[in-house]
């Protein structure tokens, strides 16, 4: 299973932006699909998942600005970003846990992280 991510990139506060991770591979289904972050000199932080049904869950910090969904066909999360503040600056990584293949399950899966920048 491998993840890309796209959809990064320079915007001013107040902007959007929206990112695209495809996870490719014999897949069959995939369970919770999300989106972290890191800033500089801090840890990694979780930013929203959902899960297959498309129940989603997100960090205080970004509710009621952020959007996570999927489109299961096609083995995609996307995260829509509103209102983004100078603070929301960080690597975005995609992340899938549980994913079903024709070789069995496998676990734990990361994109290559791509970086959202906010100008302020």
């Known amino acids: 299973v491998q993840l890309q991510a796209s959809g990064g990139g320079l915007v001013q506060a107040g902007g959007s932006l929206r990112l695209s991770c495809a996870a490719s591979g014999s897949i069959f289904s995939i369970n919770v699909m999300g989106w972290y972050r890191q800033a500089p000199g801090k840890q990694r932080e979780l930013v929203a998942t959902i899960n297959s049904s498309g129940r989603s869950n997100y960090a205080d910090s970004v509710k009621g600005r952020f959007t996570i969904s999927r489109d299961n066909a096609k083995n995609t999360v996307y995260l829509q970003m509103n209102s983004l503040k100078p603070e929301d600056t960080a690597v975005y990584y995609c992340?899938?846990?549980?994913?079903?293949?024709?070789?069995?399950?496998?676990?734990?899966?990361w994109g290559q992280g791509t970086l959202v920048t906010v100008s302020s």
């Open positions: 992340n899938v846990d549980r994913v079903a293949t024709q070789y069995g399950y496998e676990y734990e899966h």
